[in-house]
């Protein structure tokens, strides 16, 4: 029998969402802190050329991760509403099917990667001090991408079904692995971006396989022998269905921060390179809380959703936005009195901390604005609107992000301040088609309920 984890359609809201955030949170702020902590160490001991490496080879990777986690929505949305509509044979297929997917795509992205990434890094325009580095970083990551995408992909299945606390102690585990090897590789062994690399992929696959470990153990809905991964035709298709939009929008998202990299490797060189890099770490960590919070409402106001309470799921998001608003507030304030002491866990380099200076004032806008996009968007996930969410990230990026960064930081030569405009021009423009879908009033309607009824039983 399936274990449908922890019901999130019944009891204190408040507290439901608080007892689910907080370990997510801390889950993704532990994460984030261990990518951080390679910039940090690799930029005190490897130098720019080394930091600008792991952001350019960075950035790929994160491209790929993003596209799978997309996809993996999908499958979350639908694991949150079958578990509110207590459907236990469909929450099986889905699970096994996922699971099947993201192998075949793992194994698949990584022989393709390993083909074209001298191309893919020269098509970007990486500085030629940085691409040994840049390259070391990306073949170690891509061939253990497997790992990358199996932890974010159970952690998923998990938080699907209410379970947020684990995955924090199988993430917190790893960033602590990660760490010591950093400098074990990175500091005694001066590996640089190689070592960065092979200290993230390690500690994913342990993380991978405390999940695996734990998943067996409490009859979770996959055994991982060989003769459970399969592929449900019907799940497949809703997992597409629903998580394909999430999936481009990742996909276009994070290309758009690529191109932007890109335009500052032409315009800035190795210093803001280096200086994009570090701020996108830190950047990462930042808006953690109103990722998870977006999150922790999505999955949230899944169940809630899938089990007919849509006043309980739009009062977990307003509750979640308050909360958002809060923390994202104290970090604008913080980045706005601190910037240098900031830039400087990082590394000493002048010219780094100063173009991250310049970067960080405009970019840092964005901090005011990212917990009402994120949060209202999360009540929409929750309710299988993911077309909307790729459309209004779509027009966002193509027609902000990207265009904003280039006029200002190119064409009318405000350099690299010009480049940090984009963010909260992306946002911006991301807020106001939320708005106008919220007062439209068609986010009501339960989008996987309403086209898929024969299976959701």
């Not at 984890?5 to 802190?33: C, D, H, R």
């Not at 995408?149 to 692995?177: E, Q, W």
């Amino acid at each position: 029998m399936a274990n449908f984890g922890n019901n999130l359609t019944e009891g204190s809201v408040l507290k439901k969402l608080i007892a689910f955030s907080i370990p997510f949170l801390i889950s993704n702020i532990v994460q984030s802190f261990y990518n951080v902590a390679d910039m940090i160490i690799v930029g005190n001991y490897s130098g720019a050329e080394s930091m600008s490496g792991v952001n350019i080879g960075g950035q790929v990777t994160f491209i790929l991760t993003n596209i799978v986690i997309g996809l993996c929505s999908g499958a979350t949305v639908l694991i949150g509403q079958y578990i509110g509509a207590k459907n236990n044979k469909a929450l099986n297929k889905v699970t096994a099917t996922v699971l099947t997917m993201l192998v075949v795509s793992a194994v698949f992205i990584t022989v393709v990667m390993l083909i074209f990434k001298n191309k893919v890094l020269e098509l970007i325009q990486t500085p030629p001090e940085a691409f040994a580095e840049a390259d070391a970083y990306l073949t170690v990551t891509v061939t253990g991408i497997i790992f990358v995408f199996g932890y974010n992909a159970l952690s998923a299945i998990m938080r699907g079904m209410g379970d947020s606390k684990n995955p924090l102690i199988f993430v917190t585990i790893a960033c602590i692995v990660n760490v010591v090897l950093d400098l074990i590789l990175v500091a005694g062994f001066n590996m640089g971006a190689f070592g960065a690399a092979l200290a993230t992929v390690v500690s994913q696959a342990i993380s991978m396989i405390l999940c695996i470990l734990y998943m067996i153990k409490h009859n979770f809905q996959f055994d991982f022998k060989m003769s459970s991964f399969r592929i449900d035709k019907e799940q497949l298709g809703l997992i597409f269905k629903i998580g394909l939009p999430t999936c481009i929008q990742n996909g276009i998202v994070s290309i758009s921060f690529l191109f932007i990299t890109m335009i500052v490797n032409v315009i800035g060189g190795v210093s803001a390179s280096a200086a994009v890099g570090a701020i996108s770490k830190f950047n990462s960590f930042a808006i953690m809380p109103a990722i998870a919070m977006s999150a922790s409402i999505s999955t949230i106001a899944a169940q809630n959703f899938g089990a007919n309470k849509l006043d309980r799921a739009v009062k977990t998001c307003k509750i979640g936005l308050v909360i958002s608003i809060c923390i994202s507030f104290f970090v604008f304030a913080l980045v706005q009195i601190f910037p240098t002491q900031i830039l400087s866990l990082f590394g000493n380099d002048s010219g780094m901390i100063s173009e991250g200076l310049l970067y960080m004032k405009y970019f840092s806008i964005d901090y005011l604005i990212v917990p009402f996009v994120f949060c209202i968007n999360g009540l929409f996930i929750g309710g299988g609107h993911t077309v909307f969410s790729l459309i209004n990230s779509m027009l966002s990026s193509i027609l902000l992000r990207v265009p904003v960064s280039y006029l200002f930081g190119s064409v009318l030569g405000w350099g690299i301040s010009g480049v940090g405009l984009g963010a909260p021009a992306a946002s911006a423009g991301s807020l106001i088609l939320i708005v106008i879908f919220l007062i439209s009033g068609k986010w009501k309607v339960n989008a996987v309920k309403s086209s898929y009824a024969p299976i959701i039983e």
